[in-house]
């Protein structure tokens, strides 16, 4: 049985994508294979973020009832399982996502662990992706905007029932402005599984539509990711340990 892991945020772009995608690379790394969703159902990018081509069969595909929801799954060069959104505006048309809990169901046995990378605030699509899921990872960004929209997410979570597991802070530049650990820690009353620092190397590997793990694994938001992986499987973190995808892609950019 799969465990189905949303990330959430009350505020837009505090960093869900980015994490997911190199957080999902980093689980199915370590043993734990990972089906990553893209939950944004009106404003789907998990693909840009992993440089997925135009796929046949989409999210919107299986909530029309076009489609199984296997055929939708797509395996990155890196082993990790991801079922891409459509991004045609044709492809919003019929959505039901009513349908999403019981297709997530069918991954049961492909997967450890299904992320969801959720849509940002409290809409529709948003409720959804925390309504399916068994435990809920909230992310945020330093600042009082994110933090306190966090904390309405938290709320909602905990009200749904769900298992909120902590906070993943992303962005951190360590500088006076920003709020503390402790302060995020009280403000939100959960524990900080992370914190990612802010990093140019991540808006070069969007750039280059790979995961920043991947494009350059030892840059500092790479190491703080692949840290809270092996703290989220409860492995020690170790500094080797590049797979074949990773050899190939050292190679390449040689
Ligand atoms: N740790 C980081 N360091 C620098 N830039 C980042 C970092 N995390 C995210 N970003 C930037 O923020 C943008 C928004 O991140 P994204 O993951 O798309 O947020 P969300 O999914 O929450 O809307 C990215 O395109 C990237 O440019
Ligand atoms: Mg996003």
């Known amino acids: 049985m799969a465990r189905v892991v949303t990330l959430v945020s009350g505020k837009g772009g505090v960093g869900k994508t980015t994490i997911s995608s190199n957080l999902g690379v980093i689980l199915n790394s370590l043993g734990k294979k990972t089906i990553i969703v893209d939950g944004n159902i009106t404003t789907p990018n998990l693909s840009f973020h992993l440089g997925v081509p135009l ?126 650990s402790e302060e995020i820690e009280n403000m939100l009353e959960l524990p900080i599984l992370g914190k990612i620092p802010e990093d140019p190397t991540v808006i070069k590997s969007i750039h280059m539509k790979m995961p920043v793990v991947n494009f350059s694994p030892y840059s500092p938001s790479s190491m703080a990711i692949r840290k809270l992986g092996a703290d989220l499987v409860g492995e020690e973190f170790r500094m080797g340990g590049v797979g074949f995808f990773q050899k190939l892609i050292n190679w390449l950019r040689k």
């Open 55 to 180: 796929y046949p069969v989409t999210l919107h595909d299986v909530l029309k009832g076009k489609a199984n929801i296997k055929d939708a799954l797509y395996i990155h060069p890196s082993g990790l399982g991801l079922i891409p959104g459509g991004i045609g505006i044709d492809d919003l048309e019929d959505i039901d996502l009513s349908k999403l809990p019981n297709s997530l169901r069918k991954l049961d046995n492909d997967a450890d662990i299904i992320l969801l990378d959720g849509a940002a605030g409290l809409g529709k699509e948003a409720l959804k992706s925390i309504e399916v899921a068994d435990d809920v990872i909230i992310i945020t960004n330093p600042d009082l905007p994110s933090v306190t929209e966090a904390l309405k997410v938290k709320k909602i979570s905990e009200e749904y029932g769900k298992n909120v597991v902590g906070v993943i802070v992303n962005r951190v530049k360590r500088n006076k402005a920003e709020l503390t």
